[in-house]
């Protein structure tokens, strides 16, 4: 019992060290291995008359997030 815990506890880590090291080497670079942009830029897709695009749109409305990003 004490063996599976010990073994447990110790791929844990390995798991948890492994995530943190490919999430900090993806914020370093993007996928053509440059450095991240400055300003911020979303490609935004939506259908005429879909209920879920209107609330996305609405909350973009009401939070005036078009001044912080770029929608393309």
Known sequence: MKKKLI???????IALGLS???LVDNKSSDSNGSPP??????VLFYG?????????????????I??????E
């Not at 942009?37 to 979303?42: A, C, F, K, L, R």
């Not at 078009?66 to 929608?71: A, D, E, M, P, R």
């Open 7 to 13: 073994f447990s506890t110790i791929l844990f880590i």
């Open 20 to 22: 943190v090291f490919l």
């Open 37 to 42: 942009v400055g300003n911020s830029q979303i």
């Open 48 to 64: 005429e008359g879909c209920p879920h695009c209107v609330i996305v749109e609405e909350y973009i409305e009401k939070n005036a």
């Open 66 to 71: 078009k001044g912080k990003i770029s929608f």
